[in-house]
């Protein structure tokens, strides 16, 4: 059975995710519908390519992701669909897949791209506001029920990119910045253990605060206790135990976070 993931910044109170189901259900009844999240901070396109990124691997081949963080809709940005590994993808051309692809990259998998411009695969009135339901939705169903992905668009070679921030070298050790900020409050930055190899001692430093070494459970700490620890993404993040590092260190995402190795 075919899976559909959903993933948007819509919340759920107005109702966008549900009928997006809906049109799904109508032409393809049989899928099973997936949630990764509709609370996507608005229009963070690089927030949505981060947890799709996380989130993906873990689908069987053949799921088929619906991405919708879209500013650019009804404007002269395209709507894509692609085939990244073993999954597929379906969104706005605006850097939402940006994650996938590089993936796909670095370990020589499928990679293809279709510009969605077959409006018989669409709904047959078509909002300039709503894209996920009237296009993005019903082309997932289409694909989901046997329709080939060449027959939904035109192939196309340049998807839109990200420039995704990625950690400086220095004479210490590494400059990152944070990139996620979670519902706990936990801080998710751009390094991760490839950039901690090797290292028996090291500092976080975060805003105007300093933290000792890695932990590796939040129990080995008190509660209040501000730590630093790889997530279950891999990634280093600052966390305060049973607390919000957000909220303590008044932090946001593009703040820096810099490691240094006391060896």
């Known amino acids: 059975m075919t899976v559909i993931t959903l993933l948007t910044d819509f919340g759920t109170r107005d109702g966008y995710p549900g009928v997006m189901k809906g049109v799904i259900w109508k032409i393809a009844p049989g899928v099973q519908i997936a949630d990764l999240s509709h609370d996507i901070s608005p229009q963070n396109i690089l927030e949505a390519g981060l947890l799709l990124g996380r989130t993906a691997p873990y689908f069987p081949p053949g799921t088929i992701h619906v991405a919708v963080v879209d500013p650019g809709v009804g404007t002269s940005r395209r709507g894509i669909a692609a085939q990244l590994g073993s999954q597929y993808f379906v969104g706005p051309d605006n850097g939402l897949f940006s994650l996938i692809i590089a993936h796909a990259e670095v370990n020589h998998e499928t990679i ?5 411009n077959r409006p018989e695969y669409w709904l047959s009135s078509v909002s300039s506001v709503f894209h996920g339901r ?19 668009g035109t192939k196309i070679e340049d998807p839109v990119r990200l420039e995704i921030p990625t950690p400086v070298r220095t004479r210490k050790g590494w400059l990152g ?14 390094l991760n253990l490839s950039h901690l190899q090797n290292v028996s001692a090291m500092v976080v430093k ?12 939040f129990g080995e700490r008190p509660a209040g206790t501000l730590i630093a620890l790889l ?33």
């Open 112 to 116: 293809k791209f279709v510009h969605l």
């Open 134 to 152: 009237d296009v993005f939705a019903p082309v997932a169903a289409y694909l989901a029920s046997g329709v080939s992905l060449d027959a939904l």
């Open 177 to 190: 910045q944070v990139i996620h900020i979670d519902h706990f409050g936990n801080l998710s930055t751009n």
């Open 206 to 217: 975060i805003k105007d605060r300093q933290v000792s070494g890695l932990v590796s459970t």
């Open 231 to 263: 997530d279950s993404s891999g990634s280093l993040a600052i966390a305060v135990v049973n607390g919000s590092a957000a909220n303590v260190l008044n932090s946001k995402t593009s703040d820096q976070a810099e490691v240094i190795f006391n060896d």
